[in-house]
């Protein structure tokens, strides 16, 4: 692996879990800082947890009280310069992993895959996954954004990724989707477009384009 792993985080609520990780993680990487923040101890990361003081989280899928780490990691992703995520997850089905890779994670890796050839291949894709990213990210900003480009992906990429989240919601209730639900998730992208985006000439270019992705879902024969 080319890049340096200085720091390294894992975050998981079963405290055996992590210690096994830590095991593995420090096989590997004998000079890296890993850390393991205990959920069930310090509850919810501060506001201003500094996460990008980290090259790779490790972070669980599941992680009790309703919440998981795909949830984690939308609250708290701000940049393009997060660390790069690999969630484990102990369901092995191509809809959870279509739904983690479709939220941006970097990489996933399944609980019974969960060897030291696999943990570093998974940290090593995920590493490739973020630095193509930040690579494709300063371009951007040194091309002042090919608006036109950036929009018509990003109209596909919304609508594709609320119809997965709109789906898993109503597949979960058992049943279809119908306008409450289809607001929720409209309203918490609304929302993560104006967390994650500083510049508000993209924040009013997203919430367009969200309200456009928006029409398109309402009138889905679902």
Same mark, same amino acid.
């Given at each position: 692996?080319?890049?340096?792993?200085?720091?390294?985080?894992?975050?998981?609520?079963?405290?055996?879990?992590?210690?096994?990780?830590?095991?593995?993680?420090?096989?590997?990487?004998?000079?890296?800082?890993?850390? %393991? =923040? $205990?959920?069930?101890?310090?509850?919810?990361?501060?506001?201003?947890?500094?996460? /990008?003081?980290?090259?790779?989280? #490790? &972070?669980?899928?599941?992680?009790?009280?309703?919440?998981?780490?795909?949830?984690?990691?939308?609250?708290?992703?701000?940049?393009?310069?997060?660390?790069?995520?690999?969630?484990?997850?102990?369901?092995?089905?191509?809809?959870?992993?279509?739904?983690?890779?479709?939220?941006?994670?970097?990489?996933?890796?399944?609980?019974?895959?969960?060897?030291?050839?696999?943990?570093?291949?998974?940290?090593?894709?995920?590493?490739?996954?973020?630095?193509?990213?930040?690579?494709?990210?300063?371009?951007?900003?040194?091309? %002042? =954004? $090919?608006?036109?480009?950036?929009?018509?992906?990003?109209?596909?990429?919304?609508? /594709?990724?609320?119809?997965?989240? #709109? &789906?898993?919601?109503?597949?979960?209730?058992?049943?279809?989707?119908?306008?409450?639900?289809?607001?929720?998730?409209?309203?918490?992208?609304?929302?993560?477009?104006?967390?994650?985006?500083?510049?508000?000439?993209?924040?009013?270019?997203?919430?367009?384009?969200?309200?456009?992705?928006?029409?398109?879902?309402?009138?889905?024969?679902?």
């Amino acid at each position: 692996m080319e890049t340096e792993i200085r720091k390294i985080l894992i975050i998981d609520d079963n405290d055996d879990y992590r210690k096994l990780l830590l095991t593995h993680l420090n096989n590997l990487f004998p000079n890296t800082d890993i850390k %393991e =923040y $205990d959920i069930l101890k310090h509850g919810l990361p501060p506001p201003k947890f500094d996460w /990008e003081k980290f090259d790779v989280l #490790i &972070l669980d899928y599941y992680l009790g009280d309703d919440e998981t780490g795909l949830d984690w990691f939308r609250k708290y992703k701000k940049s393009v310069y997060f660390p790069a995520t690999v969630i484990i997850t102990g369901m092995h089905d191509e809809d959870t992993a279509a739904l983690v890779l479709k939220s941006g994670v970097h990489h996933y890796l399944n609980k019974k895959q969960l060897t030291k050839n696999g943990m570093y291949e998974a940290i090593e894709k995920a590493l490739a996954v973020r630095a193509s990213l930040v690579a494709e990210y300063n371009n951007q900003i040194n091309l %002042e =954004y $090919d608006f036109d480009t950036f929009l018509t992906g990003y109209l596909i990429r919304i609508e /594709e990724r609320l119809t997965i989240e #709109i &789906l898993r919601d109503a597949k979960r209730t058992g049943r279809p989707p119908d306008r409450c639900l289809i607001d929720t998730e409209i309203e918490r992208e609304r929302q993560d477009i104006l967390n994650l985006n500083d510049d508000p000439t993209i924040q009013e270019a997203k919430i367009a384009l969200l309200e456009i992705a928006t029409e398109h879902i309402r009138n889905k024969s679902w």
